[in-house]
Nanobody
Framework: QVQLVESGGGLVQAGGSLRLSCAASGSWFVIYTMAWYRQAPGKQRELVATISGGSTKYADSVKGRFTISRDDAKNTVYLQMNTLKPEDTAVYLC?????????????WGQGTQVTVSS
């Protein structure tokens, strides 16, 4: 069984920075695409950033402020968030496309709260 565990959320003032981490654990798995989503109260879940191989993509709302990266040796994906705005407040969720036991599935972390005060 593969699990994703996020960390690094918290409360920060506008203009500040946070770094989120998401580590995958389990046995005999291969990770393909990794991504960060976010969901604010009353809003739909939004794709923030993805990383696959050496390619990254970002939502327009975070371009130039957020950076996604991964450490394959640690099975971990990161999201460096700079110049945070109150509208970035949301639960941030890690997602990974993983092949385990011969099957490819999408896995989700439990989410970590990011709150940006004005």
């Amino acid at each position: 069984q593969v699990q994703l565990v996020e960390s690094g959320g918290g409360l920060v003032q506008a203009g500040g920075s946070l770094r989120l981490s998401c580590a995958a654990s389990g046995s005999w798995f291969v990770i393909y695409t990794m991504a960060w989503y976010r969901q604010a109260p009353g809003k739909q879940r939004e794709l923030v950033a993805t990383i696959s191989g050496g390619s990254t993509k970002y939502a327009d709302s975070v371009k130039g402020r957020f950076t996604i990266s991964r450490d394959d040796a640690k099975n971990t994906v990161y999201l460096q968030m700079n110049t945070l705005k109150p509208e970035d407040t949301a639960v941030y969720l890690c997602n990974a496309e993983i092949r385990a036991l011969g099957l490819v599935n999408n896995y989700w972390g439990q989410g970590t709260q990011v709150t940006v005060s004005s």
